[in-house]
């Protein structure tokens, strides 16, 4: 309704392209079983469009749906469908006033650690369906060059099929006061944040829990020379949620920020919060044929949020003079492609192309977590790099992300992995690919509700890519996955071999 009453105003033009992608898939464990395995055929089938907003600066939008039918054949036969759904979009209701932003998602994510890691539609055991969503308006205001001021207000939530967490509403305002043009070398800022959710799960109405996450601060910084400034925030954290220790309380930071060139950036600080010492790092660095990124972050968060800060991100898809890609991340949708790039597209666009391989995913912290309930302070960090050297291309990836249940006493789980692609261009039109992973994953007996589990994956897959026509791409995959665990009959091994076709009309 907001873009439609945004069109209004300012002309724009929808660009609408049908999808068509197909694949067959033969596996020799579809249940990812030690003690029973199963041979399978799966066959998948998904219709679906992408519909994006062009020519307007008021609105601009991206949507993208498929319809994916599944038919199993093997000792357990069935059939199921899954939709799937990535949507953001912005729309500019008063010029340089009033606008609004919403985002929507629907998925099959990973249900738990310890189950199967396979896509839903070779073993859906362990994901469910999970739709999110938020739509917020908010003004912006220049005044004068003193400062820049804007408030906000979102509206967003999570629904999890089959009780898989608690479904949750929640609403929220921001409003942010921030040094204007006036002021060169010295910068400042006033923030303040409240959320309140609802988290309701039909299936045990008892856990049924409202949290409430609240903060102010203030930040300062200055600019000691072009390429290096330092800063600080102080603030109050004055939260509610079920917890075995401290929920609120005053908290600090410092840290630096350097840019030695427009290829190289670094920032840093370490502060102190309720829950402990805190930490944070961001690294980037770009030469012609490499790129290399890390990323370090702490905070309190919970499953709701983690999904919608994931669905809100946008990259855009970038070629080399090899064929290979790698991705930047955007703000916003009005931001113009860099050259030879393609986007912004969404996360959710990204996870579902077969192109990009586990050690891209797992740079830009894509790769998908554990559904939890509760308030956790979760501990992050994602490192990548890609080169490329003529035909091929290499990419190695890193993370170490650690969830802290506040409600189990600082019970964890622990997921650690690295990742590394090798890709050789046969041709202009075919790619040769290769990747190995290896992951660990390990939770408290807290987490688990038993005894402590401890699980060692290792993935390696091998594959083709070739472009038949212009619209019409093809693949074919072959991937070995073993897994060992410290629990009984949890280990198993599967090997599996994909052929797909992907046409845009």
């Not at 308006?137 to 999570?158: H, M, N, V």
């Not at 608690?166 to 002021?183: H, I, Y």
């Not at 410290?486 to 797909?500: G, I, P």
């Amino acid at each position: 309704m907001a873009m439609a009453f945004a069109t209004q105003a300012h002309a724009v033009d929808w660009r609408f392209e049908p999808t068509l992608n197909a694949s067959a898939t033969y596996t020799d464990n579809a249940n990812q079983s030690e003690n029973n395995p199963e041979d399978a055929l799966i066959l998948t089938a998904t219709p679906g469009f992408m519909l994006r907003s062009e020519g307007s600066r008021r609105v601009q939008a991206t949507l993208q749906y498929g319809m994916t039918g599944v038919a199993r054949f093997g000792d357990d036969e069935s059939d199921d469908l899954y939709h799937n759904l990535n949507a953001v979009g912005k729309a500019e209701l008063v010029e340089d006033f009033l606008f609004i932003d919403g985002t929507a998602r629907l998925s099959q994510e990973l249900i738990s650690l310890l189950g199967s890691t396979a896509d839903a539609s070779v073993n859906d055991s362990n994901r469910a369906t999970v739709g999110t969503y938020s739509i917020s308006p908010y003004i912006q205001k220049r005044l004068g060059t003193f400062a820049y001021a804007q408030a906000r207000y979102t509206a967003s939530g999570a629904i999890f099929k089959e009780q898989a967490a608690a479904d949750s509403s929640a609403n929220s305002f921001n409003a942010t006061l921030s040094s204007g043009t006036r002021f060169d070398d010295l910068s400042w800022a006033l923030n303040y944040s409240i959320r309140k959710a609802e988290n309701r799960n039909a299936a045990t109405p008892a856990a049924n829990t409202d949290t409430t996450l609240e903060r102010a601060s203030a930040t300062a910084g200055y600019a000691l020379t072009r390429k290096f400034r330092v800063f600080g925030t102080v603030g109050q954290d004055k939260n509610d949620y079920l917890s075995t220790s401290g929920t609120d309380g005053s908290f600090y930071s410092v840290g630096f920020g350097w840019s030695p060139t427009r290829r190289t950036s670094v920032e840093a600080s370490v502060g102190e919060r309720y829950f402990g010492r805190t930490f944070s790092f961001a690294g980037s660095h770009r030469t012609r044929l490499s790129q290399w990124s890390v990323r370090y972050s702490e905070d309190v968060s919970d499953i709701t949020q983690q999904f919608l800060e994931q669905s809100s991100k946008l990259f855009f898809v970038c070629t080399t003079g090899t064929g290979l890609y790698y991705l930047d991340e955007a703000t916003d949708l009005s931001q113009a492609a860099p050259a030879n790039c393609v986007g912004p597209l969404t996360a959710g666009q990204i996870i579902s192309n077969t192109t990009f391989s586990d050690a891209v995913l797992v740079a830009l912290g894509l790769k998908t977590i554990g559904i939890a309930n509760g308030i956790y302070v979760i501990k992050s960090l994602t490192a990548g790099m890609s080169w490329n050297v003529g035909r091929l291309g290499f990419g190695l990836s890193a993370q170490d992300i650690k969830r802290l249940y506040q409600a189990l006493g600082d019970a964890q789980d622990h997921v650690q992995g690295v990742t590394g692609s090798v890709s050789y261009r046969l041709s202009p039109r075919t790619t040769a690919t290769s990747g190995l992973s290896l992951t660990r994953n390990s939770l408290d007996s807290a987490v688990t509700g038993g005894a402590a589990r401890e699980d060692d994956i290792m993935s390696l897959n091998l594959g083709l890519n070739h472009r038949f026509a212009e619209d019409l791409n093809g693949a074919l995959i072959f991937r070995h996955t073993q897994r060992d665990s410290n629990a009984a009959n949890s280990d198993y091994e599967e090997n599996s071999l994909t052929a797909s076709v992907n046409m845009r009309f």
